[in-house]
């Protein structure tokens, strides 16, 4: 009897999750070559979720406890002391003030930055405090859990499982009824009802789905972690962002020791959060002190260098000083060059146009490399007028004032224009011992208080903030 044949369901991309009805040689989403793998079609995910009815070890239910509709009124609200406390400050402060009871949490990053070292951290101080944890790795052995747990001196009391197999690792929720799970990763598990690959998208989906419902139902605090491609986005359907209440970004550049981690996505609190880690021997450390990590230079040291600022960026509600440097020399080649390390690679082009068309300085000839120290990624217009001032002080090798930090956008005609959260800006810089400032003229909000002792000098034009920083250098009051 001939044997039939797997329908298809189309192609998918092993790098990112992209999906094709046809074979495709390149990858439209993230360019990679000879990644397309045909997927089967997928089984009926009702008979899959009445498959995990009847589990072993358990008799566990995806249907139990069916919801019921309350008026908004009769909801009781979780305070933020009932929430769970993670062991780290800057984690809390990122989710909203801890872990909420039922919450299902993504967090991706680059190999080797330290997701598992984090998650491993978080859930070891939970079990010291008595309550029951499951940590599920797919892609680790016992023994090399068991060696990094006693390098991380973390609770011995924490259960862990080493299962690949999602029907297996259900059937151990079931049993130890743990208030929170880890499941590392999501890319890695799989169930047994789909004809596809670990890692597929149709596997991603579905596994996620059934950890969701139980998340919910069963008020189980899950946290998955996931791969992420070449260009630093989840692999997997994009619905898997979608379907979690928070999604946190693990980053930082493995030669520098600090990390951070980002909200970009937070039903339970504000976005775009930062928390701030020192990765060391014995696990990640939080850094108390963020500010002072990315100065090289004491504000309190008069001497300062060409061809470098500092600025106050604002990273989620926090402000962080930050150092920019550039470097600009005259090139042999017809194209020059524009290396940007940390900062948006075309609003340095945008400035660097600006300049030449508004100030006449000739840098269409010119290489220029532009820097933020420490490693950290600035993307915000605010720093556009810190720029410009380290690539003019690099061209006319002028030193700066001391003591002195620059805010301020830059818009194409040269005007300066306001920038958000300037008195948090100034205040932070002040406590660090700041004492002169460059900033947009804008209005403030009511009650603003900014500090008194400090020179603050508010500019609307380019050519105010030269004569300011380094006078006089330009003859053009129009600019």
């Known amino acids: 009897m001939k044997k039939k044949k797997v329908k298809s369901a189309g192609f998918f991309c092993k790098e990112c999750g992209h999906e094709s009805l046809t074979y495709l040689g390149k990858c439209p989403a993230c360019s990679a070559w000879g990644s397309f793998t045909e997927q089967p079609i997928i089984n009926n995910s009702t008979n899959l979720i009445n498959n995990l009815a009847n589990l072993p070890n358990g008799t566990f239910n995806i249907h139990e406890s069916g919801s019921l ?13 009932q929430r769970l406390n993670t062991g780290f400050e800057e984690l809390n402060n990122v989710l909203g003030g801890g872990l909420q009871a039922g919450s299902f949490l993504l967090i991706g990053g680059d190999p080797g930055i330290g997701k598992s070292t984090l998650l491993l951290q978080v859930i070891g101080y939970i079990a010291d405090q008595g309550l029951q944890t499951l940590y599920v790795s797919g892609e680790e052995s016992l023994q090399q859990v068991k060696q990094r747990s ?21 059937a151990e929720v079931e049993k130890l009824s743990p208030e929170i799970l880890v499941i590392d990763s999501i890319q890695a598990i799989y169930l047994d009802d789909k004809n596809s690959f670990p890692g597929s998208p149709s596997q991603i ?19 998955i972690v996931g791969h992420i491609t070449k260009d630093g986005n989840i692999a997997g359907p994009k619905l898997l962002e979608h379907m979690v209440d928070v999604v946190l970004y693990f980053e930082g550049d493995k030669q520098n020791y600090f990390r951070m981690i980002r909200s970009v996505k937070n039903r339970f609190g504000p976005t775009e959060e930062v928390g701030l880690f020192e990765m060391q021997e014995t696990g990640l450390a939080e850094v ?34 930050a150092e920019i440097q550039a470097l600009v ?4 080649y017809a194209q020059p060059k524009r290396m940007v390390n940390g900062l948006d690679y075309n609003r340095v082009n945008q400035v660097a146009a600006i300049l030449e068309r508004r100030l006449g300085l ?7 490399y532009t820097s933020v120290v420490g490693g950290l990624n600035i993307i915000e217009p605010a720093t556009d007028l810190a720029i410009a001032l380290s690539i003019i002080s690099c061209v006319r090798n002028l030193e700066l004032k001391s003591k002195l930090i620059v805010l301020g956008e830059i818009g194409l005609t040269g005007e300066i224009r306001p920038i958000p959260k300037l008195e948090a800006r100034l205040k932070e810089a002040y406590k660090l011992g700041f004492e002169r400032a460059i900033v947009p003229k804008q209005k403030l909000g009511i009650g603003s208080n ?20 380094f006078p006089p250098i330009i003859k053009n009051k129009n600019v």
């Open 450 to 469: 900014l500090p008194n002792k400090m020179e603050i000098h508010s500019i609307s034009k380019l050519s105010e903030a030269l004569a300011f920083a």
């Open 329 to 332: 020399g005259y090139t042999s």
């Open 205 to 223: 989906r579905d596994c996620a789905t059934l950890l969701m419902q139980i998340a919910k139902k069963k008020n189980i605090i899950t946290l």
């Open 150 to 170: 006693l390098r991380l001196e973390v609770s011995q009391e924490l259960c862990f499982m080493a299962e690949t197999n999602l029907e297996h690792i259900l």
């Open 288 to 321: 108390k002190n963020p500010s002072a990590l990315f100065l090289t230079d004491n504000p309190e040291n008069s001497e300062r260098r060409s061809g470098t600022i500092i600025t106050a960026t604002m990273q989620g509600n926090r402000v962080l000083l």
């Open 69 to 81: 509709a309350l008026k908004l009124s009769e909801i009781p609200i979780l305070s933020l002391k």
């Open 362 to 368: 000739a840098l269409s000839k010119q290489d220029i």
